[in-house]
């Protein structure tokens, strides 16, 4: 709870869409139609978008020597 990581944030965020991608597998299954796996692929694609922006960012931060803790880090500066 007290881990303030971005790469630990994107992590639970991560496991978070995929949750939603099984709930959203299995009522598709139960209903018999395929509504829910197309869902789950779109938010499969939008997690590794994100996911490529996320470490973009923080491989960024890291190089220009800003703290990578989430409190500190609540605006982006140029």
Not at 13 to 39: K, P, T, V, Y
């Amino acid at each position: 709870m007290l881990r303030r990581s971005p790469l630990i944030v994107l992590l639970s965020l991560e496991i978070m869409l995929n949750a939603g991608n099984l709930a959203f597998i299995a009522f598709s299954r139960h209903a018999g139609a395929l509504d829910g796996q197309i869902f789950a692929l779109a938010v499969m694609a939008v997690a590794a978008g994100e996911v490529a922006v996320g470490l973009g960012l923080i491989v960024a931060m890291a190089r220009r020597g800003v703290a990578l803790d989430v409190d500190q880090a609540n605006a982006l500066r140029g």
